[in-house]
């Protein structure tokens, strides 16, 4: 049975962070088995349905072997906010935590993560798609950059922590400057650091050049796993780039391919460029986070010696430096 919170003390939460290709999944599978953990999606794209090997979702004998939770949560035309996640993941938390087991989160979206961990409170309306499609017009007409010059013009923060092409989180920065006349770096500013839960938050990190390496080869292993055949499902569905979900990586380069575009091999060379930057800025946004320990995972061949750190840092935060397992 595993062990119970103290009454009164503010719940456990265990958080895994990293960029993406850098190993995240297969690590979070040997920790939540040694300490009874579930594990909560924090990724953005995760949440949407049909959309299974460009967003590297856990499959289905993973999820067997320890639960998941905000995976398959929505429909591709369906929208989710950070606000939404929030709800979601708070909910999922208290779930897992009236069990008796570890709420895990696991991903690699920054904002998302950061706003369940310190419990931001969020001034957002709900998305309006008539400003959303005008947006995405401008972009289509006057290029990324140009509609990137508007979102510097309102909240320059913002606009250097985005790339131009992340068209998804550029226009929905200005949506919510649009709807509540605050910008979204200002509503984070003001947000407490202090955190309703008890965080132990570890990340993952490798040599650059070999998490490129990483990154080229998951690309090309989600092109032999079919991710071709699974945007064409979805453009046959009729979701196309105007949807959220449709601008997440994979998706808006094997389109463009599809539409005739672009070539396969120049759709995946941009996919592993795409990839590449995103990584870097994962990077960025989580080395601002204090409280993340980071863990070295570079050296395949040394990968029980890194769980077995991964593993005394957690059992140092949650089990007073005991046996790592949280089971009695």
Known sequence: MTRPANPGAKPRLLVLVGP??????AFSL???????????????????????IGTAKAT???????????????????????????????????????????????????????????????????PDEAFRARMLAFAREHGNEALHRRLAAVDPEAAVRLHPNDLRRVIRALEVYEQTGVTLSDQM??????????????????DRQRLYERIGERVDEMIRRGLVAEVARLLE????????AMQGLGYKEIAAHLRGGMTLEEATALLKRNTRRFAKRQLSWFRRMKEIVWVDVTDPGKKTEQLQTINAIIAGKFCGGSEYSLEQ
């Open 30 to 52: 040997d920790i939540a088995e040694a300490f009874g953990c579930e594990i909560i999606s924090g990724d953005s794209m995760q949440v949407y349905r049909g959309m299974d």
């Open 189 to 206: 500013a003001a947000q407490t650091r202090e955190s309703p839960y008890r965080l132990c938050m570890i990340g993952l990190t490798m």
């Open 60 to 126: 289905p004998e993973e999820r067997r072997r320890v639960p998941h939770h905000l995976i398959d949560i929505r429909e591709p035309d369906e929208p989710f906010s950070v606000s939404d996640y929030q709800r979601e993941a708070v909910k999922a938390i208290e779930d897992i935590t009236a069990r008796g087991r570890l709420p895990f989160i696991v991903g690699g979206t920054g904002l998302y993560i950061q706003a369940v961990c310190y419990g931001y409170a969020f001034h957002e309306g709900g």
């Open 237 to 244: 569905r009729g979701f196309d780039d105007t949807m959220t």
């Open 20 to 25: 993406t290709a850098v190993g995240k999944t």
